[in-house]
């Protein structure tokens, strides 16, 4: 039966589109004032997002970092226990065994400066 509860809301793919705009507008304007560092990395575990905050923390700025192994800023003693547990990610992800990933994760990083 057309237009019952049970069938999804269709919207016209105008107002598609600006909804989808107005979100990555929020989403942006979240990413590039948040007081946190937040950096997104792909599948090989390269940098593909750097906030201003992730660059005061880290003092790498986006253009050195975006392209870049997460592991630059990563400390030496570290690197073993984060590949083993990206490893282990991707094996989760891989079975739609995906735990809860709505927490922040916070971790000891390496400075530009050493």
Same mark, same amino acid.
């Given at each position: 039966?057309?237009?019952s509860? %049970? ?6 793919? =105008?107002?598609?589109? $600006?909804?989808?705009?107005?979100? $990555? *507008?929020?989403y942006? *304007?979240?990413?590039?004032? +948040?007081?946190?560092?937040?950096i *997104?990395? %792909? +599948? $090989?575990? /390269? ?11 880290? =003092?790498?700025?986006?253009? $050195? ?5 997460? @592991?630059?800023?990563?400390?030496? /003693?570290?690197?073993?226990?984060? @590949?083993?547990?990206? +490893?282990?990610?991707?094996?989760? @992800? ?7 990933? %709505?927490?922040?994760? +916070? =971790? *000891? ?6």
């Open positions: 039966m057309a237009g509860e %049970d069938e999804p809301r269709q919207l016209p793919f =105008g107002r598609l589109t $600006e909804a989808l705009a107005s979100i $990555e *507008t929020q942006r *304007t979240l990413v590039e004032t +948040a007081s946190d560092a937040i *997104t990395i %792909d +599948a $090989e575990l /390269r940098v593909i997002s750097w906030n201003p905050a992730a660059g005061r923390m880290f =003092g790498h700025s986006p253009q $050195e970092m975006i392209g870049q192994p997460m @592991l630059m800023i990563m400390p030496k /003693r570290f690197r073993k226990g984060f @590949l083993a547990a990206m +490893a282990s990610l991707g094996t989760m @992800l891989a079975s739609s065994n995906v735990p809860s990933l %709505d927490r922040p994760w +916070a =971790g *000891t990083g390496l400075r530009k400066d050493g």
